[in-house]
């Protein structure tokens, strides 16, 4: 039987692998520019080639295609990767390399480490052609109807064809992670038999299957065409340059002075020097191109450069949006927030315009937009410098895979693939993660400043977010001794919204773990409440998580699973979706038993932000409230109200965080004072993180980039290590979370990678 991770990565692809494509109608589609002519002719090339041993074919591929005299693909070498060492291991057979960069390589056994961050394409090799995991219909066969993906009645059979699939998947997941992609070609052999496949964020177009032997002119014209082509048309993004000297320092010094800032610290602190690996590699940057509109010029576009290192979100999976973000820095010095992400050409908004949008109706704790704006196919070198206008681009940066699924050849049955345009914002407001608060004194005004900005989006834009979750909240110091205060981000999601507070989409969108119940449970139009109830949600799991439990609450575990992931709290085994929060009313059940060792913490929860998010018939709805829109306004009043009395952020001290059991004490922030000398000792300097120090010595690509996790530290063993991100499940609506139905409602939404992670 399937594990439930492996039979979700095959659900998602079967909506995503369009095939079989006719090899030379595959070739002049994504390498038409670049012509066979020259080529050494492909006769008896591969007449050596048995169907043995994995090795022993690699071993012969390797030989014949570099060839003794003249290569295929010059300019290129393929080499021998490493043997993987388990089910789950992302380490293709042969990997094609740039040729100089094989020549400082050093090979062990004859096999060379797989370098991601420098993969031109990869060979994948099964030794019988039986491990086909795609399936040619036979003449006749009405394509609209078939499948692509091959089915067999052998469950362990079956299992072997899914778990090679997942393993290309994988291979291709980790190259977009350490390179940056718009797309990437990989061959996948098969016994005598092969197919070439190219890969994007929409999904995945395979060829027909083809003989090596008999057919194998296709092949080299395949190589041939692939050293002869630019670098857009082999799948890289145009748009990304390698950082200079001057910029990386520049950036260095932007960098600490902001992280500086956002944790009230000294300069030369440790705080800052620990944080700084987290955005910074020495030798590990780029400069991205952001292209927007030029107002002043119509036609023209704006094109500014910034630099960027260590991408602080990275995407959960090869598919979707693929969102990317980093701390960012120009050439002026300034830092920003980019996020480079794959847009929904429909059904979803552009998030620059929906913020431009909200700024002008008056929207506090929101992003402050700079640039924002979709990416050119090919960029001219004189314009990668950035800080001028050019004209509009005639081409953009959008997957393909989408674009075949009509096609006559396409075997169409639950392909759903859509359109993907290559995306970057750039934004003023530059933070720290919601999970870095300092005890309940800094993490309810955070909140309760969220509370606003839903407040205000909806009372005075007509919108609701739905998509409030911990990842989507951040603290930002806007100046030197000011205190933090949350701001709410991500708002592609946002939808316009009645007098009532209902969405115009019924859509369902929105981070699992913080869903409302009731959307979990039955697809409905989401509503201002449900806004509400997520935040109390994020709230809460800051609470379990990091603040001060009574010693009846020393199982957690079991409290936050219940809660957030549906599993019973007697027995194994997981609910029907949303049902923890439905059980125990929001969790009231927990709430009212006294969860904090910190009265005024209970007294927030039980007292004021419960009342308003159960649903307005129980008993322990506010009673001054009388429908969603009056809860809204008063659940804002009373928190206000409340935190004003409550000075807990310089009185209450009670409330110091928790990580992994034991006690944080944290200090006040302390800020520079005019001709102070007094200086923070390390011992002292504290922060609530539990990500482990890197060292600044490590030398990254240019082109490669790191993927962070972008999720709290849980301090249990087994508990949930990933916040799910949402993703598409019909065409036109992109960002509803899965089709959910009787078997599958209660599996993990975010892709899943086959593949053991770095630490």
Known sequence: MLCDRLHDLITDAKARCVGPMPPHAFLDTFLGKARPRGMPSPRNVLKALKPKTTEYMAQTLVSALNG????????????????????????PGLVCYAANHVDGMKPVDGRYKTDFSQVEFFIDIEQSEDDDFFCDPPAGTLRGRAAFIRDVEDETKQEALYRSLARNISCVDQTFVDQHRVGLFSIFVFGLSTRILRWDRAGVIATEAFHLQKDSGILCEFLWRFAHASNAERGFDCTVRSATD?????????????????????????????????????????????????????????????????????????????????????????????????????????????????????????????????????????????????????????????AFRTADWA????????????????????????????????????????????????????????????????????????????????????????????????????????????????????TIQDDLEALFYVALYCGIHWLELNPTFRNSRAVAQHLFNDEPVYGSGQGTPGSGKAETECGAVYLERGMFTTDHVNEWFLDIALRHVVPLDSPRACKECNSEIARLKHFREKTSSFLGKALLWDVDRADNRWLGGQKVHYTAPIVPQAGSSRKRKAEDDVVGRAEPQQSQDVKVPPLKRSRTENVPAIPYVDAPTEIVASQPSEVNAPMVETPVGEDDAQRPIGKIRLRRRAS
């Open 246 to 402: 001057a910029e990386e320092q520049l950036f260095r010094t932007a960098i600490a002075r902001h992280a500086r800032i956002q944790l009230g610290v000294y300069e030369g602190s440790p705080e800052v020097e620990r944080i700084m690996p987290m955005h910074y590699s020495p030798g590990g940057l780029v400069a991205l191109m952001v292209v927007d509109e030029d107002e002043a010029n119509p036609g023209m576009c704006r094109v500014t450069r910034w630099i960027v290192s260590r991408s602080l979100v990275a995407p959960v999976g090869l598919w979707g949006r693929g969102t990317t973000g980093y701390w960012a820095v120009d050439i002026n010095g300034t830092v920003g927030f980019l996020k480079d992400t794959w847009r929904y050409t429909k059904g979803m908004a552009i998030e620059g315009g929906v913020l431009a949008e909200l700024h002008k109706a008056g929207v506090r704790n929101i992003p402050e937009v700079l640039h924002y704006g979709d990416l050119p196919e090919t960029v001219r070198s004189k314009d990668a410098d950035g800080f001028h206008s050019i004209p509009r681009p005639s081409a953009y940066q959008v997957t393909k895979s989408q």
């Open 68 to 91: 003794k005299y003249r290569s295929r693909c010059p300019g290129f070498r393929l080499v021998a990767g490493e043997l993987p060492t388990g089910l789950e291991d992302t380490k």
């Open 411 to 526: 075997c169409r049955r639950g392909l759903r693939a859509s359109a993907q345009m290559h995306h970057r914002m750039v934004s003023k407001t530059v933070g720290m993660a919601l999970k870095d608060f300092m005890g309940s004194r800094e993490l309810l005004p955070a909140i309760q400043d969220t509370l606003i900005a839903i407040s205000d989006t909806f009372e005075k834009a007509g919108k609701i977010h739905r998509d409030i979750s911990l990842n989507n909240i951040i603290l930002v110091r806007d100046a030197e001794g000011e205190k933090r205060h949350g701001c709410l981000i991500d708002w592609e999601s946002a939808a316009p919204a009645d007098e009532n507070g209902r969405a115009s989409s019924k859509s369902r969108t929105g981070t699992r773990v913080f869903m409302a119940a009731r959307l979990l449970a039955e697809f409905i139009e989401p």
